[in-house]
């Protein structure tokens, strides 16, 4: 675990020591539109300027300068997350997720993507730790005064490195559980992606085609909301 942490503290610097790709660049934000962070791990990632340009002259769209991984990472940088854009402003909708880091099986001396089957491997956050965590991370959200939005996990598909095909059910039966307890609005993004897996998503891969992550955007956006401003 702590070896896994000084891995992705050591991601993070050197993305914020190389030039930021146009994903990571806060938007140079306009007033009076409404403000929504994005919270997520790479399929975040792939869909947020998508989103951006569907909600241009709509919201201001920004998201962390990082891959916010699992849900250990978003415990230690959550409040840092939250001030993207400007410190004290408020955000009209936060659509977070986290699980396909969590699920994911890590070596003994902290190898990613390790053989799940290896009586040595171990997933990086346990299912009971991967309620507990969420858990604080929603009571940390729910503060904000904002409309929370929880975007359950895309599918492991067959296939892939160190993930198991099955386990992103489990997680979001989990996650299910803890926003109906909360009282967060769900979006089922999984039983969208895995509708239409074999059009959008890679082969073999958690990730989705440039197109997928396109109508991954399209499905995000239905769900934000995000009404035109009106004309003065």
Same mark, same amino acid.
């Given at each position: 675990?702590?070896?896994? #942490?000084?891995?992705?503290?050591?991601? &993070?610097? $050197? $993305?914020?020591?190389?030039?930021?790709? +146009?994903?990571? /660049?806060?938007?140079?934000?306009?007033?009076g539109l409404p403000r929504v962070l994005?919270?997520?791990?790479?399929? $975040?990632? =792939?869909?947020?300027?998508?989103?951006?340009?569907?909600?241009? %002259?709509?919201?201001?769209?920004?998201?962390?300068?990082?891959?916010?991984?699992? #849900?250990? !990472? =978003?415990?230690?940088?959550?409040?840092?997350?939250?001030?993207?854009?400007?410190?004290?402003?408020?955000?009209? &909708?936060? !659509?977070? *997720?986290?699980?396909? !880091?969590?699920?994911?099986?890590?070596?003994? *001396? =902290?190898? *990613?993507?390790?053989?799940?089957?290896?009586? #040595?491997?171990?997933?990086?956050?346990? +299912?009971?730790?991967?309620?507990?965590?969420? /858990?604080?991370?929603?009571?940390?959200?729910?503060?904000? %005064?904002?409309?929370?939005?929880?975007?359950? #996990?895309? +599918?492991?598909?067959?296939?892939?490195? =160190?993930? &198991?095909?099955?386990?992103?059910?489990?997680?979001?039966?989990?996650?299910?559980?803890?926003?109906?307890?909360?009282? &967060?609005?769900?979006?089922?993004?999984?039983?969208?992606?895995?509708? *239409?897996?074999?059009? @959008?998503?890679?082969?073999?891969?958690? !990730?989705?085609?440039?197109? %997928?992550?396109l109508e991954l955007a399209r499905e995000?956006?239905?769900?934000?909301? @995000?009404?035109?401003?009106?004309?003065?």
């Open positions: 675990m702590l070896k896994a #942490t000084f891995l992705y503290a050591a991601l &993070v610097l $050197s $993305s914020l020591a190389a030039p930021l790709k +146009p994903v990571y /660049r806060p938007v140079e934000e306009i007033d994005l919270i997520g791990d790479s399929i $975040s990632i =792939g869909y947020t300027l998508p989103v951006r340009d569907l909600l241009k %002259g709509k919201a201001n769209v920004q998201r962390p300068p990082v891959n916010c991984a699992a #849900t250990i !990472h =978003g415990l230690k940088s959550l409040a840092s997350w939250l001030e993207t854009g400007g410190k004290g402003k408020k955000w009209e &909708v936060i !659509h977070f *997720n986290w699980g396909l !880091h969590d699920l994911k099986y890590m070596g003994p *001396n =902290g190898e *990613n993507l390790a053989d799940p089957k290896a009586k #040595t491997s171990r997933q990086q956050v346990t +299912p009971r730790e991967y309620e507990k965590n969420l /858990r604080q991370l929603v009571n940390r959200l729910k503060k904000t %005064g904002s409309r929370l939005i929880w975007r359950n #996990t895309t +599918p492991v598909p067959a296939g892939v490195r =160190g993930r &198991v095909p099955g386990d992103s059910l489990k997680y979001n039966a989990i996650a299910a559980k803890v926003m109906s307890e909360a009282g &967060v609005e769900v979006q089922d993004l999984y039983s969208y992606a895995k509708k *239409n897996a074999a059009r @959008i998503q890679r082969k073999a891969d958690v !990730h989705f085609t440039k197109e %997928g992550s995000v956006v239905k769900v934000l909301k @995000i009404k035109a401003p009106s004309k003065r």
